[in-house]
């Protein structure tokens, strides 16, 4: 007997370790989720001591300063935070250049898989946007089902399109919280608007962090690159990194045979 079925199956990238000492920041929004903040408020780190006043759960006092003091005195926790973090991943189609399995657009979305899966479980709150020939954005949120929704997006990932990242950023400035941390996921390469796109985010307050396969080097796994040509190439692009960190962005150059974890620990301002 023959029986005709046909079964869709939905393959998710690989998820990859990622250390929190990567993260840099000069606010205490890209801290919150796991990390509390250093004011009182509903956590569950001890921040401090004060004195009861009417009110207060009975459940909060410290009854053994009331031993030793005679006075009602309360614990103060440390403030728990959710903060909005943006990750925006370059499928275009200059993403397909290198190997079946090393390619930006591969890489890439291994990263965004990670990075939503590190924040996600640290209770932040996580948004991604894909942009090709046309842009998908998933509003941010938390949980699991934030996270199978940012698996089963980057699943269908495909390079194609040239749009800007510049026509992306603009589309969203409205939607990003203020002062949220921006992943840009790209090789930066074939999009004059690089530049213009993350210095605007920067001055609106974000911070940005550009996570960059160098694209240069995907090249040379399948095709002779002549050796004065690559050094120019290779020149080109740490001027246009470094002037991405010149707006104030944190830059990551990820070569193909750098694991993830190991490349965000380079964050560097070049």
Not at 41 to 47: A, D, I, K, R
Not at 172 to 200: H, K, N, Q, Y
Not at 237 to 245: D, E
């Amino acid at each position: 007997m023959y029986v005709d079925h046909h079964s869709d199956i939905i393959i998710f990238p690989q998820i990859r370790d990622v250390e929190e000492a990567f993260i840099r920041s000069r606010t205490a929004k890209m801290y919150t989720g796991a990390t509390t903040l250093r004011t009182p408020g509903p956590g569950t780190e001890f921040y401090s001591l004060r004195e009861y006043v009417p009110g207060d759960p009975f459940k909060n006092i410290n009854w053994k300063a009331f031993a030793r003091t005679g006075d009602l005195m309360i614990n103060e926790k440390c403030r728990d935070a959710v903060t909005d973090l943006y990750i925006i991943l370059d499928s275009r189609d200059i993403a397909r250049i290198g190997t079946v399995l090393k390619n930006p657009l591969e890489m890439g979305t291994v990263a965004a898989a990670s990075l939503a899966s590190f924040f996600i479980k640290r209770r932040d709150s996580v948004s991604l946007t894909i942009y090709d020939e046309k842009l998908s954005f998933l509003p941010p949120d938390t949980g699991d089902k934030q996270y199978f929704k940012i698996l089963s997006s980057l699943a269908g990932v495909a390079p194609r399109g040239t749009m800007p990242l510049q026509a992306v950023t603009n589309s969203l400035a409205a939607r990003f919280s203020r002062g949220s941390p921006v992943f840009i996921i790209s090789s930066c390469e074939g999009d004059g608007t690089v530049p213009s796109a993350v210095r605007d985010l920067v001055g609106r307050g974000h911070e940005v962090t550009v996570l960059s396969p160098s694209s240069i080097d995907f090249e040379r796994l399948v095709s002779r690159i002549p050796r004065m040509s690559y050094e120019v190439l290779k020149l080109e692009r740490q001027n246009r990194l470094t002037s991405l960190a010149g707006f104030g962005s944190q830059v990551i150059d990820w070569m193909p045979d750098m694991d993830l974890s190991q490349a965000l620990l380079q964050v560097r301002g070049y």
